[in-house]
């Protein structure tokens, strides 16, 4: 199939579009995202679109647009919302986890809530102590969302699309250090990524590296410097968090029997020591070391350059950990 | 839009759109008012046979009497139309079941729920709509168009602004009633959610039961306005006071905002003021004693809108003789009112509720798991 080439925001928008010219039901909202066209210009050109009805600029009020939105996907509609930076969540998560993610449930499965909670998280670049959260782990704990962390252009299209059309609410994760990485997609307007299926991003035979998000990145270029030592390291993308595919994690580990997991946020009981604690149940007889772990420094994001640099993972921190299993 | 200034414009029409009738309740029937104070006794019923319940040892969970504050339920909820939505909060539970009761006590078809889905909801039964997979309160019914509460109180305004945005964007007309203590209303996200129907606006009727407490908190400890409903001034929309002992004043007055709302104009607050007979909830029941003056109480008390609502049928002409006099359930509490002081069919209505709660089955094991996400058909 013929590809195209573009950056990991260009597939953005370009699935948001589709999704958006093929269900008049769908509807972007969120601040700035109209007339301004994004913060991270994820959201240019869709108002002069679609207009008012359909891209709907909202007050400061993540917690009020949250909810918001929330109730016009119980009545039929199917938001898109997206948080300037992920980080601003935080505000708006009595509405996430008491009303988005239960109403199903507590509906006893009546009311369905398909909404799409989107926008990036994630340390940037010295956006310093409250702009650079790992919200993933937070939301992954709740049961009634689901969570996903595309790492790659073509996963960003197809899953954008598969999160509108789910009919449970998603959280769609982006990277701000993605949004201008170039990549290929299929050039293919039906193509879509399924939740829960994890992907091997590189065949290795000595250890797995296993990530998500920005992680991926950085673990395909620490597996890039391994193998300049003759360490052969395997890379898998996790890419949904919730549901979680422990198989194709498992089968890796099964194969190189040694792992190490690497994620972005706070070290201390991130969603990566969730998979950590996966695979040491449940891989204990197949593995020849303990599982390594790699996460971020557990302190608020320092603004200074050279201290948000040791904060933050980067493909050294992996190499290190890598070589102390081995 | 007109906005009130100066002191809250309870009684002052609004000049932009005059055809809005002001007492809307001098146009109801004689029968429809003396359904209105049928109703009354009916949300009171309700209270009353609970607290039977619990004492009784046949029901858990914990009861927010709405007892003396049933006006504000039954005129808010009476001119309403079959399609629009409500979202009551857990002192609201006759709401559940007066939500349409206009097309018929027993009528299947209704946009409310019946006495038995509501009994099963109390109870922990399988006939709730959420098959009792959360508390008393914490129950909605999508085709009933009612939104279900949960625990954080005003978090569900946005989320019913949010309902009656997508019914506008899709061309509907519909308008909703949120319910709302005054101590919510000190939540950041009542602001938020009002600002933003404000904005857009959106037909969002935000009616605040003002009963004077927040749990064990007096409103000066709440809000530093002299009427709450001065509030709607900062938002540049109408903030209406009803007496909400007067089962017609508070028809009236949502009336307004329900039109003003309709013919597109956006969002009110209605500032209901009533007085909250017991503790919060039946828990709180002892310790209220003691944070409350009993002339506090008395007074608080003194006019219950079973008495108001007779008081103005008879002015009327509607109630004479001996049917003026029947039912004396105003003014006593639970532990003092017996049947004879309802109307039979009142006693008998809120009887098969609670007999088929009683008679159906809790939910099986299994269920516990389910439903937690939707399986995408």
Known sequence: ????????????????????????????????????????????????????????????????????????????????????????SILALDQIINHTAKIHYMSNGVVKCP????????????????????????????PGLKVVCPATVADVYGMLKTAIADDNPVVFYEHPRLYAMKGELPDDPNFTVPFGKAQILREGKDISLVGYSLMTQINLQAAELLAQDGIDAEVVDVRSLLPLDTETIYASVRKTHRAVVVYEDWKSGGFGSEIHARISEDCFDDLDAPVGRVGGLNVPMPYARNLELLAVTNENDVVAAVKKLL | MSSTSGSATADKPKSEDSSVPQRPSEALSKDECLELFRLLYLARYFDVRLIKEKKRGRLRGTLYSSHNQEAVLVGSLFGLQANDWISPIHRDMPAFFLKDIRAGWRN???????????CCQVWGKVGSPGRARDNWSHIGKRDAKIIHSTSMLAGTIPVAAGVVLADKLNGGNSVVLTFNGEGSTAQGIFH??????????????????????AYGTPTELEYSLPDFARRADGYGIPGLIADGQDVFDVYDKVMQAVEYARAGNGPSIVECKTFRAYGHGDHDDDRAVRYREPDQVEKGRERDPIAVCRKKLIEKGYLKGEAAKKFFAEGKNAAEVTDEDFPPEVVEYLKEGIEFALKSPVPDEAEGAMWVFKENA
């Not at chain 1, 597939?11 to 066209?37: H, P, T, W």
């Not at chain 1, 990036?120 to 704990?141: E, N, R, T, V, Y």
């Not at chain 2, 299947?108 to 509501?118: D, H, L, Y």
């Open chain 2, 192 to 213: 938020e959610a009002i600002n933003f129907a404000a904005v857009h606006k959106l037909p969002v009727i935000t009616i605040v039961e003002n009963n004077q407490w």
């Open chain 1, 115 to 142: 909404i799409v909670l989107r926008g990036p998280g994630g340390a940037a670049k010295q956006l310093s102590a409250q702009h650079s959260h790992s919200m993933d782990g937070w939301f992954a704990h709740v």
């Open chain 1, 1 to 88: 199939m013929a590809t195209l080439e573009m950056t990991y925001r260009e597939a953005l928008q370009k699935s948001m579009f589709e999704e958006m010219d093929k269900n008049a039901d769908v509807f972007l909202m969120g601040e700035d995202i109209g007339r301004y066209e994004g913060t991270f210009k994820v959201t240019k050109g869709f108002f002069p679109k679609y207009g008012t009805r359909r891209v709907v600029d909202t007050p400061i009020t993540e917690a009020g647009f949250t909810g918001i939105a929330t109730g016009a996907a119980m009545a039929g509609l199917r938001p898109i919302v997206e948080f300037m930076t992920m980080s601003f």
């Open chain 2, 108 to 118: 299947p078809e209704r946009k409310g729920m019946s006495i038995e889905e509501v």
